[in-house]
């Protein structure tokens, strides 16, 4: 309200002169001059939008006057938009200013810190500052700093998609599309955004195989990365087998099939098929049906009171069966008889049943003498009753230059016999090292469809004394070597071990290779007689077929006739050198067929009992049950980049060393004893020393090289000769198992022909891995050859009859009647099972006829060198069964 004098009223004395140019305030009425101004509005942060200016406001009261500091100068008076007014509820007059802001003021201080504001209020009392309002040109750069990438994965596999927006003032909001619809992340919890702007999808489903887009934006614009396509892809399953088809045959020998699918699931959007075969044959024998058969008519009976007489015959030459046809025609018939016949017929009738007795004691009489008289001819012609049939011997061996006529039955375990070829002998004598005898009766035995083994010259036969056979071992070789079957075995004897073994069973040993053959009592037929070996093949002259992570794990071992006829499972075993990790590997047993293929016979893990093989996988020591013989391996396939095998590092030098050169050998084989065995021997042919106790490294499945190197040696006295600071060994050749060892050499020198002593650091480590380092400390001037093994003569070592295990036979049969039968506690083979530590193999124990029985021979597999009978027999105890004490008989006594 203006009145006279320009003067403008507020309140009840409250003056301000106008004049022009500027503002004069007159001073506020004395209640309010101890009062500070303070800011009801303070300028706030604000983005230059392309071209358009931006306006900054304060507002405060009590204040005399505002004006605003921008970057540390005042803003000109005539750039100020002033607005007064009055606080109705207070009095208190109110000071509104503003200013707007323009591109072009805040790019003249490019390069400088960002451009600010602020403002400050006067009042009589004193000034107040308000806070600094920042004004930033807001932009959006085109091009993402990093772009989503498409990827394939697998299903339930988690996905993590990048993104980095452009740059941006202010800093650019990010989102997620999937062809072309936001993704919410609240709604879709399988979808998670990450604080650096990241998606990821936690489990990836069939339906998540889409486009994904990165959309960053801010007040300026809105930018779209290039798409990305996940391809979510399934790997195929193998359904569950079907049931075993019926027998092909419906008399004697055929086969059946079951069958699996790639269903389960069935692979999508280029994942891969299942891994293995779909189709599984194995070889039966159906029972051959039987048509019934009449046996001879009985006797007339005396004539009757009704003055007739019948006779009778029954279907039971055969009986039929097997769905075979029931006999046609009666089997009763009757005659009648006249009054004045009938006296007459019933004394025929007895006369007949006479002649008939004393006819067929006659007959019975000049067979007993028959039986008689051949039973003396063959014992005066040296046959030996107790191995009369030996049938068995050539049962199921393939003639030399015959094939199977169709490949599809290759893996049967019984070739029909040539009845073609030349009939043969083998002699050959068991002498029982239980009972110390020796029995001095030569046997023959006649084969008539193609020799297994070739007669031995000028009549000589072999003979086991205390269980080792002492026969020529090159002989037994060079016969074994010509069967067409066997044209792969080696002729190295030390890494071959056979014997004659009968139903006492007994036990061949390699030395110092971990392998042996356990062949328990009574998986021999009784009145049979066979010669077993076992051999360990070298790698090279036998290669299995590896593919994509495959390795093989165990040496290859053969044991044979494959063709014999077994009652109950024998027990092979043989090291291994995986971690022993079970979800790290997927392990194969495989066994070569009469073809020549390797085939899977069991997965451990998935052992169906209803298969002749079974496998129980040690620490170090793989046993498979086996009702076949033949050639066996263990092949593993790493499922993760976590699975190692154990590799045995070994390390050689010269014996004699009298130049300035000194080499180290250093070894890198599977950790199996056979391996070991055969660098043992070269190293020994070489004339070379071991240096160092022998090391223990598990390399991975990681697809990177070993390296090897020697540090820390007295630069005085010794340098390195090699021009790179390392060696490597490549990966694939280490894990193929392609070479059965290999090997790198370290040249030294020393500067003086005086210097004996070596201390260095071999280390040893796989490429971004973890390494070890192992010291070396010795004196390479004394002389330590490798001892030599003389006994090179003795094939392994054979082990047959009561000899071959720990526990006697009388007392392993009383045990097993009292386990065998379920107990209502409990107390039976199952608890001896878990005391034993066996109970993963329960299933596989309750298929046999005798649980008890295999597992007493388990136990001898694992314990023949370390087996305590005190310790079983309180096993037995704490079962409850009286039994454990007849382990105090002695062996004399059983």
């Not at 004395?13 to 500027?22: Q, S, T």
């Not at 080792?468 to 074994?480: G, H, I, N, Q, V």
């Not at 010509?482 to 080696?490: A, C, M």
């Not at 006829?849 to 096993?875: K, M, R, Y």
Request: proline share 5%; charged share 20%; hydrophobic share 35%.
């Amino acid at each position: 309200k203006f009145v006279e004098g320009g003067l403008w009223k507020v309140g009840e004395g409250v003056l301000w002169k106008v004049g022009e140019g500027h503002v004069a305030t007159a001073t506020l009425p004395a209640s309010f001059n101890d009062l500070l101004p303070h800011f009801l509005v303070e300028p706030d942060d604000e983005y230059i939008v392309k071209n358009k200016p931006v306006t900054l406001t304060c507002r405060s009261t009590p204040a005399t006057q505002i004006y605003f500091k921008c970057n540390g100068e005042w803003v000109h008076q005539d750039d100020h938009l002033i607005d007064r007014t009055v606080d109705p509820a207070t009095g208190l007059p109110i000071m509104q200013v503003k200013i707007d802001i323009s591109r072009q003021q805040v790019e003249k201080i490019f390069g400088l810190d960002d451009y600010w504001c602020q403002c400050v209020a006067w009042s009589t009392t004193g000034t107040q500052k308000s806070q600094k309002a920042y004004v930033r040109i807001a932009y959006l750069r085109k091009n993402f700093e990093e772009e989503p990438m498409g990827k394939e994965v697998a299903l339930n596999q988690e996905v993590l998609l990048r993104c980095h927006p452009p740059e941006g003032v202010p800093a650019a909001e990010v989102e997620w599309q999937r062809n072309e619809h936001v993704i919410d992340p609240v709604s879709e919890p399988n979808f998670l955004v990450t604080a650096d702007r990241n998606l990821i999808i936690k489990q990836a489903r069939l339906a998540d195989t889409a486009n994904y887009t990165c959309v960053a934006k801010n007040i300026v614009a809105r930018r779209k990365s290039s798409p990305a396509t996940v391809l979510v892809y399934v790997n195929g399953g193998w359904s569950t087998w079907t049931t075993w088809s019926a027998c092909s045959s419906v008399c004697g020998r055929g086969w059946q099939r079951r069958s699996r699918s790639c269903t389960n699931p069935t692979p999508l959007n280029g994942g891969m098929a299942c891994d293995g075969q779909n189709v599984q044959k194995s070889a039966c024998t159906a029972t051959c049906p039987v048509d019934g058969g009449w046996s001879d008519w009985s006797n007339w009976s005396e004539c009757g009171v009704d003055c007739s007489m019948w006779r009778s015959r029954e279907c039971t030459q055969p009986s039929p069966g097997t769905g075979g046809k029931d006999c046609q025609g009666i089997d009763l018939q009757s005659l009648n008889c006249t009054s004045q016949q009938c006296l007459q017929t019933a004394n025929g009738v007895e006369d007949v049943a006479l002649y008939v007795g004393i006819v067929a004691v006659a007959l019975c009489l000049t067979l007993i003498l028959i039986v008689v008289v051949l039973v003396y001819r063959r014992k005066k012609e040296g046959l030996d009753a107790d191995v009369a049939d030996s049938s068995i011997l050539t049962t199921g061996f393939q003639p030399m230059g015959i094939k199977p006529s169709k490949p599809e039955n290759s893996h049967l375990l019984t070739i029909q016999p040539d009845l073609t070829t030349t009939t043969t002998s083998y002699q050959g004598t068991l002498h029982s090292r239980h009972d110390g005898t020796t029995h001095t009766g030569t046997a023959k035995f006649s084969m008539t469809n193609g020799p297994l083994l070739d007669p031995l010259p000028n009549g000589s036969h072999h003979t086991l004394h205390n269980g080792k056979m002492t026969s020529d071992p090159a002989e037994f070789m060079t016969r074994l070597s010509n069967q067409t079957y066997f044209k792969t075995l080696p002729r190295d004897v030390a890494n071959t071990s056979y014997g004659t073994f009968n139903f006492l069973g007994g036990r061949l040993t390699i030395p110092n290779t971990g392998i042996s053959l356990l062949i328990p009592p009574e998986a021999i037929p009784r009145g049979k007689i066979y010669e077993i070996y076992l051999t360990a093949q070298r790698k090279e002259d036998l290669r299995l077929p590896l593919a994509g992570c495959q390795t093989l794990l165990s040496p290859i071992v053969s044991c044979g006739p494959p063709g014999v006829v077994l009652t109950r499972p024998t027990i092979l075993s043989m090291d291994h050198c995986s971690d022993a990790c079970p979800e790290n590997w997927a392990i194969r047993l495989k066994k070569q067929n009469y073809e020549g293929v390797w085939e899977d016979v069991l997965m451990m893990g998935e052992e169906l009992i209803s298969e002749p093989y079974y496998c129980q996988l040690e620490a170090e020591t793989c046993r498979v049950f086996s009702e076949q013989l033949g050639r066996f391996s263990l092949v593993g396939e790493s499922l993760n980049m976590s699975a190692a095998k154990r590799l045995r590092l070994v390390l050689f030098s010269d014996a004699y060393c009298s130049t300035l050169e000194y080499n180290i050998r250093v070894y890198c084989m599977d950790d199996t004893q056979d391996v070991f065995k055969e660098v043992m021997q070269m190293e020994r042919q070489l004339g070379g020393r071991l240096i160092d106790e022998p090391h223990v490294l598990l390399f991975k499945d990681s697809y990177h090289n070993l390296r090897l190197s020697i540090h820390d040696m007295p630069q005085a006295h010794w340098r390195s000769k090699l021009l790179a600071g390392y060696q490597e060994i490549p990966f694939y050749h280490i894990w193929n198992g392609s070479q059965r060892f290999l090997h790198c050499t370290f040249t030294l020198e020393r500067l003086n022909l005086s210097t004996c002593e070596l201390t260095c650091q071999l280390c040893v480590w796989q490429v971004e891995g973890e390494g070890q380092s192992f010291s070396l400390d010795f004196n390479i001037a004394k002389v330590t050859l490798l001892a030599l093994n003389n006994s090179t003569l003795i094939i392994g070592s054979a082990l047959a009859g009561p000899s071959a295990f720990q526990i006697p036979y009388l007392i392993r049969q009383k045990i097993c009647s009292s386990l065998d039968t379920p107990c209502p506690n409990g107390a039976d083979w199952r608890l001896l099972a878990q005391r034993l530590k066996l109970d993963r193999h329960m299933s596989f124990f309750a298929s046999k006829a005798s649980p008890t029985s295999v597992i007493l021979d388990l136990w001898e597999a694992q314990h023949f060198h370390s087996g305590n009978l005190n310790q079983l027999a309180t096993v037995m105890a704490d079962i409850g069964k009286q039994e454990a004490m007849i382990f105090l008989v002695s062996d004399g006594e059983c």
